[in-house]
């Protein structure tokens, strides 16, 4: 289905990002991976990609909270693939504490990598869409981009602001043959949620299995994690000719969550 096409998903060496980079592979088209981890992990995960499917596939190294480094990757995958036509932004990290505890650097961190980081890509991706007429951009945004939690200041904050930054993109890029999207998904069982699981087994000495079901609990009427598959196959369908007219949409994937 996306065969020929090129697609560069930032933060895709683990959980969400990678499952829709293997998504977007399957489908047909090159990728061009991104995020930090073990190089030779990301080695094997880039090889076998091109092994299973077909496809070629990159990787770049580049800093999300580093502009010239986020210009960098864009020319570099325009330049490897001879152009970029679905653009993943991804990347993102966590941080709970009350605000009056939030430290500033962690302020800095998340809005730089949860937000800034997908204004940097979208403005040097967006030329080579416009010019070739057709772009699709997917912004994984969250159900904190719709509705709100305590002690996540920061990050509610930059997906309520990626939420925001589709709207106007999608709309800037409407006659151009570009849509642009936000994938709001709830609780996915990924390291970023394994971590404050886990903090909150320790903070409360209860089992980490009672509190994974707390925390979903907490949240969502479907009490089970949303597969990370099912968020590529989002993707996918967002990239397809049959979405060509979804634009500026925030689509939930969150067991319930926001319907409440
Ligand atoms: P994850 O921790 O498994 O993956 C995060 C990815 O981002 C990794 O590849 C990591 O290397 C990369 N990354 C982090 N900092 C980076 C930087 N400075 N530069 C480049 N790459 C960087 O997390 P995940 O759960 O797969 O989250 C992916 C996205 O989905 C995030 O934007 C997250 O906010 C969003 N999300 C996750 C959930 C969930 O329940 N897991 C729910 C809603 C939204």
Request: charged residues 25%; neutral net charge; contains cysteine.
């Amino acid at each position: 289905m996306l065969k020929g096409k090129t697609a560069l998903i930032t933060g895709s060496t683990s959980g969400i990002g990678l499952a829709i980079a293997r998504a977007f592979a399957k489908e047909g088209a090159n990728v061009m991976l991104n995020g930090f981890g073990d190089k030779d992990a990301i080695e094997k995960e880039r090889a076998g990609l091109e092994k299973e499917f077909g496809i070629k596939a990159r990787y770049s190294a580049a800093d999300m909270t580093k502009p010239a480094e986020i210009a960098d990757m864009v020319s570099a995958t325009e330049k490897e693939f001879g152009a970029l036509d679905i653009l993943v932004n991804n990347a993102g990290i966590q941080h709970v504490a009350n605000i009056e505890d939030f430290p500033v650097e962690k302020w800095d961190a998340v809005i730089a990598i949860n937000l800034s980081s997908s204004f940097h890509t979208i403005r040097a991706a967006m030329p080579g869409m416009k010019k070739r007429k057709w772009g699709r951009i997917i912004n994984i945004a969250s159900a904190h981009g719709l509705v709100a939690s305590t002690q996540k200041v920061a990050y509610v904050a930059a997906k309520h602001g990626l939420v925001g930054m589709t709207k106007v993109v999608a709309m800037e890029a409407a006659n151009d043959g570009v849509t642009c999207n936000a994938i709001c998904p709830g609780w996915v069982l990924t390291p970023l949620v394994q971590k404050q699981i886990d903090d909150r087994a320790k903070a409360s000495g209860k089992s980490v299995r009672d509190e994974e079901i707390a925390l979903l609990s907490e949240k969502q009427p479907m009490h089970k994690f949303t597969k990370p598959e099912n968020i590529g196959a989002l993707a996918v369908f967002l990239a397809g000719d049959a979405a060509e007219s979804i634009t500026g949409s925030a689509y939930s994937i969150d067991g319930g969550w926001v319907a409440q």
